[in-house]
């Protein structure tokens, strides 16, 4: 089991910046994937970006130039730097750590983002 927290949601204005954070509650050793993903209510979650343990990453063609995803140096954390916020990405947004060796997807409980005028 892995436990998942998530910060740094919150009200911006378009054009603006937030940083997300999330914070694995263990050192993750085997291969995996953390990412984002948001939702809004009534709709299905979506991905946003991925990074995998090896640094590889994949973003949504929504957010390419704008999100930019890493991996903190303890690889138990994952960051996702938000800029050029648009209001169409105001969503709920939940970090993910996945599995591939046992398809195990554990998930955070979610941070709020609003970008509004």
């Known amino acids: 089991q892995v436990q998942l927290v998530e910060s740094g949601g919150g009200l911006v204005q378009p054009g603006g910046s937030l940083r997300l954070s999330c914070a694995a509650s263990?050192?993750?050793?085997?291969?995996?994937?953390m990412g984002w993903y948001r939702q809004i209510p009534g709709t299905e979650r979506e991905l946003v970006a991925t990074?995998?343990?090896?640094?590889?990453?994949n973003y949504a063609d929504a957010v390419k130039g704008r999100f930019t995803i890493s991996r903190g140096n303890a690889k138990n954390t994952v960051y996702l730097q938000m800029n050029s916020l648009k209001p169409e990405d105001t969503a709920v947004y939940y970090c993910?750590?996945?599995?591939?060796?046992?398809?195990?997807?554990?998930w955070g409980q979610g941070t709020q983002v609003t970008v509004s005028s």
């Open positions: 263990r050192i993750i050793f085997v291969s995996n994937e």
């Open positions: 990074i995998t343990s090896r640094g590889t990453t």
């Open positions: 993910a750590v996945y599995f591939g060796s046992t398809n195990a997807r554990y």
